[in-house]
């Protein structure tokens, strides 16, 4: 069965970076969008970025201006390049790609932001 699997979180200080990517261990077909949520301790899982086939992108209004979202479509990944990183930031984030058959997600990976 194909999974998402996602890297580049990690322990960041406050104002620092981190890269996260996601890609396919096999074939995903009619791709409609790439997305990345989060979801914090204690808290709901919410949207923070999200990226179309038609190459619209949409971010949380909590993100704007700090994060990226990109894609390369010769392999189907996605990545979120975080800048300006703030405690608030930190939550397990996970890669979702959505077809017209069904939702994948990634395994989450974990990124805290902490002096």
């Known amino acids: 069965q194909v999974q998402l699997v996602e890297s580049g979180g990690g322990l960041v200080q406050p104002g620092g970076s981190l890269r996260l990517s996601c890609g396919a261990s096999g074939n995903i077909f009619s791709i409609n969008a790439m997305a990345w949520y989060r979801q914090a301790p204690g808290k709901q899982r919410e949207l923070v970025a999200i990226?179309?086939?038609?190459?619209?992108?949409n971010y949380a209004d909590s993100v704007k201006g700090r994060f990226t979202i990109s894609r390369d479509n010769a392999d189907n990944t996605v990545y979120l390049q975080m800048n300006s990183l703030k405690p608030e930031d930190t939550a397990v984030y996970y890669c979702n790609f959505r077809t017209y058959y069904r939702d994948y997600w990634g395994q989450g990976t974990q990124v805290t932001v902490s002096a």
């Open positions: 990226i179309t086939r038609a190459g619209s992108i």
